[in-house]
């Protein structure tokens, strides 16, 4: 073997510098600033209703929400019944994966980090038994990850039956949705910071992405940055019309239908003919009836509900 | 090409992984545009195919992407690579057998990720949306034995020196395989937040620019002077273009993140560097220009020239453009919007395919000893590539500027949708032209591989004249 490799070993070390040094620049230094960011309630809100991952893992591998956090509103105490002021839980039944702020209270920030571990007990959830969660603050208004599993008692089952299913919100499947369907490819979710504050609202602060994956931020933008979406329109049932056919509520809008999230039945039990309504819905353009067809009511199982709980979720 | 996974080193005909990578290449392509063409089409008509998830724009607008990009671009730069190393080390390639074993491991590593991607098992990340199994798939066996190959033949050359495109070969195989593994830590070991944010643009960033833009100037540092016979016009400005990009195309990865909460000091830092990209911009374009003295008669008559001079003129566009578009005076207009779009598109399918194409057109003639089947096909394939993609870039950059003029004076959003539909359509109409151009091209490429004229041995296939 000829290696007649050594006028070059001068052009070896200089390209290991000069990608070294770019990779220092640009990975190392930038490291420090993130790692020392502090998570913001609105981050701790996030990551305890998307949980752990919400791409690909072993956990959900297609991407059908398994394993997935709920997010709960309740009005009594879910251990002893009694009347407690509204409060919003994220309650993680056995096997969820728990996200990173629970694993990796780092991820936190010292201050928070510190409140979660000994005022909140998070080191103490397991996910064998699953956990309810809450975001609390003290006095100082430092918001920390409070573990109500260990705290307060309160234990998944008794959490979800104290809420009832119209007060669950399957934000975090719904969010997995959203990356599976490519919601993304056309709607941002990250308002600038240069404008876009009248319309889609203020921009994401530093610490709000703390322990979220993937963010998700979108960089082509053909429809309207959702990160504040719930606050401008809360409605499900225009929700529901939109993403059965856009064309419903919004003539111009060049939105994919989004019909077969509703799955093969509706609220009721009964099958969903889409061939019926495609044909009613063109009759309906085609100007031969004044209505359109009714929008079957979905399942409270169907993907569509997870769906349209993530977009009411982002507030 | 499949009875030879199986047969000894030495057995296999030289050039044949340089054969199965480029025809792979050609119809990654037809698929890739294919799709491209299909997904405008719903941009332009939205209920034109709907109701079905699998054929949902959401579903879709990622295979198309990597399917270009991992198999047209990166195979049809793994064919140019396992015929130009060599020739320029006066030598063999190291291997064919572990050439068509790359080929092989990389359609169905590619086939296998584009159907994950297509069910929607995504890791929700741009560029990097193949989930982790097939990350480390394609550094494993797709980018590696690339690089070994292509190491391994530097090092074995019978030259002295070594010439400006194996520099970059070297080079390029090493950094994709750096850039895929450390741009991908966040899916390897679940990082969160601002960090899983900004190694998404850092891998986006660099695996264009220091694998798909310096091997595309590459290919076109040996296709230029090997087909006009001139040497190369400065050895040392392609000195210049190597080091500048290694300097500057790999530091402003967050540049595509101007208007995120990332440390303002990476922003300004990253947006100076983007300017910089012009160093080696304007050594690789003005090298390759002052290479065409004397010879420019060639631009008009001969088809890899002209494939190989327009790619190189539209780099000038596509790096003024990058230079200054993430600027923060330049970027809160256009960010986000249809002019990235075209600026992509510019840099993929106007720039860099035309490099390729000339490239395949050039080797698989030359390997195969057969001169192309009909100048026709190939003249109806450049113009067709070179109008739908003009007709793709003016209507994007038309809409982007739309877009940006409704971001920022927050004109209702579907106002904006109005004002860009006759611009989707004029996309589609690209698009389609594209996709057609492609199918006419493996169809006279898969005929000059039948029945193109025996090129004798030591000709150069532009020193045949043209049957058809």
């Known amino acids: 073997m000829n290696v007649n490799f050594r006028e070059y070993k001068m052009g070896s070390r200089f390209f290991a510098l000069a990608l070294g040094g770019s990779m220092t620049i640009t990975l190392l230094l930038p490291s420090f600033d993130i790692a020392s960011v502090s998570a913001t309630d609105i981050a701790m809100d996030k990551q305890l209703w998307a949980g752990h991952e919400t791409g690909f893992s072993l956990d959900d591998p297609l991407l059908l929400g398994w394993h997935k956090p709920v997010k709960a509103l309740i009005k009594t105490d879910p251990k002893t019944g009694q009347a407690m002021e509204p409060t919003s839980v994220y309650v993680y039944e056995k096997g969820a994966p728990f996200p990173g702020g629970i694993l990796h209270p780092d991820n936190l920030g010292v201050v928070s980090k510190k409140l979660s571990l000994e005022v909140g007990r998070i080191a103490e959830a397991s996910n064998k038994d699953g956990a309810v969660f809450l975001v609390s603050s003290n006095d100082q208004k430092q918001y920390f990850i409070e573990n109500a599993t260990a705290t307060r008692g309160w234990t998944p089952e008794d959490t979800l039956k104290a809420a009832g299913d119209e007060n669950v919100s399957h934000a975090g499947a719904g969010k997995t949705y959203f990356v599976r369907e490519g919601c993304w490819w056309c709607h941002t979710l990250l308002p600038e910071q240069t404008q876009d504050w009248q319309v889609f609202g203020a921009p994401p602060m530093l610490g709000d992405f703390n322990g979220e994956s993937p963010t998700a931020f979108g960089s082509d933008r053909k429809a309207p940055d959702l990160l504040h979406v719930g606050s401008r329109n809360a409605s499900r049932e225009w929700m529901m019309l939109h993403f059965f056919n856009p064309r419903l509520v919004q003539p111009h809008s060049i939105m994919p239908r989004f019909d077969y999230m509703w799955g093969p039945v509706d609220a009721k039990g009964v099958k969903i003919d889409y061939a019926k309504w495609r044909a009613e819905y063109n009759e309906y353009t085609e100007g031969k009836r004044v209505t359109p067809p009714e929008v079957p009511m979905y399942a409270s199982n169907s993907e569509i509900r997870s769906l349209i709980d993530f977009v009411l979720t982002m507030k | ?468």
């Not at chain 2, 490099?355 to 192309?372: D, F, N, P, S």
């Open chain 2, 1 to 468: 090409m499949l009875k030879y996974l199986l047969a000894k080193n030495e057995d296999i005909p030289a050039g044949s992984s340089a054969i199965y990578f480029g025809f792979s290449a050609i119809i990654w392509f037809v698929l890739g545009t294919g799709l491209g063409a299909f997904n405008a089409s719903k941009l332009a008509f939205p209920d034109f195919v709907t109701g079905l998830e699998f054929v949902s724009f959401g579903h879709m607008r990622q295979v198309h992407v990597h399917a270009v990009i991992f198999g047209w671009i990166s195979m049809a730069f793994a064919m140019a690579m396992m015929y130009i190393t060599p020739a320029l080390g006066n030598t063999k390639l190291w291997s064919e057998k572990l050439g068509i074993w790359n080929a092989f491991l990389w359609n169905v590593g590619l086939s296998l990720g584009l159907t994950v991607l297509w069910m929607g098992m995504t890791s929700g990340r741009e560029y990097s949306d193949f989930p982790w199994f097939i990350d480390l798939y394609i550094a494993g066996f797709m980018a590696l034995p690339l690089g070994i190959n292509v190491w391994m033949t530097i090092i074995n050359r019978r030259t002295q020196g070594i010439y400006t495109t194996n520099w970059f070969f070297a080079a390029a195989t090493f950094m994709l395989i750096i850039v895929f593994i450390v741009g991908n830590l966040p899916e390897f070991f679940h990082l969160t937040g601002l960090t899983e944010a900004y190694l998404t643009w850092w891998f986006a960033h660099n695996v264009l620019g220091l694998w798909i833009t310096p091997v595309a100037a590459a290919i076109a540092y040996y296709t230029i002077p090997k087909v006009t016979g001139n040497p190369l016009y400065s050895h040392r400005i392609g000195h210049l273009h190597f080091w500048s990009v290694v300097v500057f195309y790999s530091t402003p990865a967050a540049h595509h993140l101007m208007s995120a909460p990332l440390p303002e000091w990476l922003k300004s830092f990253a947006s100076v560097e983007g300017v910089l990209i012009l160093v080696p911009a304007i050594a690789f374009v003005s090298n390759i220009l002052l290479t065409m003295q004397g010879k420019w008669n060639m631009f008009v008559e001969n088809l890899e020239v002209r494939f190989t001079v327009t790619g190189c003129l539209m780099a000038i566009p596509l790096n003024m453009q990058g230079g200054f578009q993430q600027t923060r005076a330049i970027n809160w207009y256009i960010h986000g919007t249809g002019w990235i779009v075209a600026h992509a598109h510019l840099a993929l399918l106007g720039f860099s395919t035309f490099l390729e194409a000339a490239a395949v057109y050039l080797g698989l003639q030359t390997i195969m000893k057969r001169k192309l089947y009909s100048l026709t096909l190939g003249n109806v394939h450049f113009w067709m590539l070179l109008i739908g993609f003009t007709t793709y870039w003016v209507s994007m950059t038309i809409a982007g500027l739309i877009q940006g003029a409704g971001k920022i004076y927050e004109v209702p959003y579907i106002d904006v949708v109005i004002a860009e539909h006759p611009y989707m359509i004029a996309r589609w109409i690209g698009g389609s032209m594209v996709f057609v151009g492609n199918c006419l091209w493996l169809y006279n490429m898969w005929m000059t591989a039948r029945l193109g004229t025996l090129i004798p041995a030591g000709r150069m296939p532009h020193e045949l004249a043209y049957e058809r």
